[in-house]
């Protein structure tokens, strides 16, 4: 079960650590999808760190159990929360968010289970 939370927890990272990358350079797709959920630009550098910071936990979660899971745990919430926003503002391109709130859910379950 480690190998394959480590497996899938190295890709998420990576695309935990592209998104926080481009929402701080304001890429225009990311731009797009935020406007269209209605995030006011302010929240933009939060978002990313949370991003970011979810990232690192899932990789330190590789030598700590406690983080990793907390990691993962904070990433499937954030994912469950874009699903909610898009949901919201009744955008039903939700399809990114919801892998990638799966895709962490089968993180933590892959590191509880380590």
């Known amino acids: ?3 394959a939370y480590a497996v899938v927890a190295g890709l998420l990272t990576l695309v935990l650590a ?3 990358t ?10 797009a999808s ?10 933009l550098p ?3 760190t949370l991003k970011a910071a979810g990232a690192i936990g899932l990789v330190a979660g590789l030598w700590v159990t406690p983080l990793g899971v907390a990691a993962a745990i904070g990433v499937t919430l954030y994912f469950i929360g874009a699903v909610i926003s898009h949901l919201r503002v009744k955008d039903f ?3 990114p968010a919801a892998v990638l709130a799966l895709v ?3 993180a933590l379950a892959l590191r509880v289970a380590a």
């Open 18 to 20: 592209a998104s926080a």
């Open 93 to 95: 391109e939700l399809a």
């Open 104 to 106: 962490a859910a089968a």
């Open 46 to 48: 939060r978002l990313a």
């Open 34 to 43: 935020m406007r269209k959920v209605e995030v006011p630009d302010s929240w």
């Open 22 to 31: 481009f929402t701080l350079q304001r890429n225009e797709a990311v731009m």
């Open 1 to 3: 079960m480690f190998i």
